[in-house]
């Protein structure tokens, strides 16, 4: 049955039960209702199919925009495609289920709660025109901590490798940026005190394992007039005498090594280098000992220290060695001989020089031409310049004479104390005491020792052996024997001739000699 409109009808109702054929313009103001919810194509496919039940729309094929744009009910332009295939949302975009999938396979998804993955051999943050700062920030609630989570797929899932973030828990110090490995549960395990690696906010870095620089250099930078130190502590530091600490003092541009031992903490320099813009006048200052094992300290023209043979110190130096000291001195050790040996290259004169302000005073040496030995007032030994030669034979010959110093001796009640003479007196100065029963000792005797007495007063003494029993005075021996020397008497002369003979003669003021009487 055919529907037709009559002209100016403004209302008309018709139910068609069969094919509605329309050659012209449907005008439905009130909608258009479709008893089986399809619309059909011309080729009877069903292309629109309506849900009654819960108002979705089905398309059998595809959905083409002329206009390129999708409009909401306030007449607002949601969605516009244009000839590119760009989909721009004026408003936000809410996906209900739990991805979003790429062309080329890599997606972001929800599955897990909480969780946004992104499914991408590479995830790159672009910064959004050539001027703009690119940023990844991790923003965390006040609070907690702010972790990036470096995981690897495992047999039952990923296994979480290293944890860099804050610790917002960190009081001091505050908020610190934390490297953990193979924490043992996440996000939750940041832990300033026992982090691999700890960047304090106030530049400082804790490494809990070793530091290993390949690139061959490590500099330390200190403040502006501040020093630069570098401090290594064994045993955790925990003990004086743990820590080392290499210091560059900013003051002086000194550099030193020090340690704790003396109190923990507080750095004394056991080694300090002074620099100098002429590197061999740098000076190297040690506060307490220097052992060198090698044996062999050598300098810049090659002269050397060394102690290559067990015992012996050399000093080698290709013209001379000088001292600039008050005092040398050379302690034989244990019950070692003492020894210095000035070894010279044949022929020539091994020589000790004794200077003032740098001019020779003295020289005493050995005269290669001579094997003497020779004290003179010069450099150079022997060839006549000599004050004092001795041979190897034993003579000795001095060019001003000798003069003996006379010694004081006080003869007392036994002859001990000041009374006895010690051993190597040439001449001695006798005081009786006011007293001719005062007695004066000879010393024990040397063969060839030669003692003279003098008393210029006028009351005599007593003169005894060391041990009068055995060691006799011109034959005299005895228990406590002695010579009585008159007042009279003013120089005596002792001969030693054997290790218990003493044989002494004696002059009056005017010279006359005689005998002292035999000790009795």
């Not at 003494?461 to 060691?471: G, K, V």
Request: net charge negative; hydrophobic share 35%.
């Amino acid at each position: 049955m055919a529907f037709v409109r009559e002209t100016g009808s403004s209302n008309v109702d018709a139910t068609v039960s069969g094919t509605l054929d329309a050659s012209g313009l449907i005008t439905a103001t009130s909608g258009v209702k479709l008893g089986n919810d399809i619309i059909y194509a011309s080729d009877g496919a069903s292309t629109i199919t309506l849900d009654a039940s819960n108002d979705n729309v089905t398309f059998l094929g595809d959905i083409k925009l002329t206009g390129g744009d999708i409009i909401n009910s306030q007449g607002e332009t949601t969605i516009t495609i244009n000839d590119d295939q760009l989909t721009t949302l004026a408003g936000d975009l809410v996906i209900s289920g739990n991805g979003l999938t790429f062309g080329n396979g890599e997606s972001i998804n929800n599955d897990v709660d909480g969780d946004l993955r992104f499914i991408a051999p590479e995830v790159i943050v672009y910064g959004v025109g050539t001027s703009a700062a690119t940023k990844l920030q991790l923003w965390s609630k006040g609070g907690e901590d702010a972790e990036l989570i470096f995981s690897e797929e495992g047999d039952s899932g990923a296994v979480n490798k290293w944890i860099v973030g804050h610790d917002a828990n960190a009081s001091s110090p505050l908020d610190p940026l934390c490297f953990m490995a193979d924490p043992s549960s996440a996000p939750s395990a940041i832990d300033a005190a026992t982090a691999e690696l700890r960047l304090d906010n106030n530049g400082d870095i804790t490494i809990a394992g070793d530091l290993t620089a390949n690139g061959g250099d490590v500099t330390i930078v200190g403040a502006e007039a501040g020093n630069a130190s570098l401090i290594l502590k064994g045993d955790e530091g925990d003990d004086a005498g743990d820590e080392w600490q290499i210091l560059v003092n900013q003051s002086n541009q000194h550099i030193s090594i020090g340690n704790d031992i003396a109190s923990a903490g507080i750095y004394v320099s056991m080694l300090e280098i002074t620099p100098h813009a002429t590197a061999a006048s740098s000076l190297v200052q040690i506060t307490g000992d220097l052992e060198v094992n090698g044996g062999r300290i050598t300098f810049e023209n090659d002269e050397y220290i060394h102690n290559e043979s067990d015992g012996i110190i050399v000093l080698n130096a290709a013209t001379k060695v000088t001292m600039e000291t008050a005092l040398l001195k050379i302690d034989g050790q244990g019950s070692g001989t003492c020894v210095l040996d000035i070894d010279s290259i044949a022929g020539q004169d091994p020589k000790v020089y004794l200077s003032e302000n740098g001019s020779v005073k003295w020289s005493i040496g050995n005269d290669a031409d001579d094997d003497d030995i020779h004290i003179g007032t010069s450099s150079t030994v022997g060839d006549g310049n000599s004050k004092f030669s001795m041979s190897t034979t034993g003579m000795v010959t001095v060019a001003g004479g000798v003069q003996t110093t006379a010694v004081s001796a006080t003869a007392t009640d036994d002859g001990t104390g000041t009374g006895t003479i010690a051993a190597g007196t040439s001449f001695v100065s006798v005081n009786a005491d006011s007293d001719a029963n005062h007695i004066i000792i000879l010393p024990a005797p040397v063969v060839g020792n030669i003692i003279y007495l003098s008393e210029t007063s006028t009351t005599g003494y007593e003169l005894r052996s060391s041990t009068p029993a055995s060691i006799g005075i011109n034959g005299g021996t005895g228990s406590n024997v002695e010579s009585a020397i008159a007042g009279a008497i003013t120089y005596i002369k002792c001969v030693c001739v054997s290790s218990t003979s003493w044989i002494c003669s004696q002059y009056d003021a005017d010279g006359d000699e005689s005998k002292v009487a035999a000790a009795a």
